[in-house]
């Protein structure tokens, strides 16, 4: 399956041990993590100034997103498609793969439930979805 882990369960699983951190290890290995730019900016902004990691363990974490997800061009989604502009790239991207969950905290994003095929889902969903499999 195609998952994208939005920037804050992404900075979640690299700032702290903890649920986000189990996700991302097991769709490391279980499914394909999709990016794009905008959200790679995301994470690195957030893992530098929010967290405050040191620049080279921020330049680490993003050559190993690199290595190992797939980058995706976003596709154009209409403005009124969500609730926040800022989360417009998100929708464009699991558009643009054809993605199967977008796991997030987001509320903006959550009370969507759905984006094009794409259910859109808590960190903890996701872990009971797949523990079901």
């Known amino acids: 399956m195609k998952i994208v882990l939005d920037a804050n369960v992404m900075v979640a699983a ?7 951190e189990s996700l991302f290890e097991y769709c490391l290995v279980n499914h394909e993590i ?8 995301e994470i690195r902004r957030n893992l530098s100034e929010k967290v ?3 620049q080279q363990t921020v330049m680490d974490i993003e050559r190993l997103l690199r ?16 609730r926040d502009a800022d989360d417009l790239h998100v929708l464009g991207l699991i558009k643009s793969a054809e993605c199967n969950y977008l796991v997030t905290g987001d509320n903006d994003l959550l009370v969507l439930n759905n984006f094009e095929k794409c259910r859109i889902v808590t960190p903890r969903q996701f872990w009971s979805i797949e523990k079901q499999q």
């Open 14 to 20: 690299f700032a702290a041990r903890g649920l986000c």
């Open 34 to 41: 999709v990016l794009s730019e905008p959200l790679l900016d």
């Open 52 to 54: 405050k990691l040191p």
């Open 67 to 82: 290595e190992n997800g797939m980058l995706f061009e976003t596709a154009a989604v209409e403005t009124d498609a969500c």
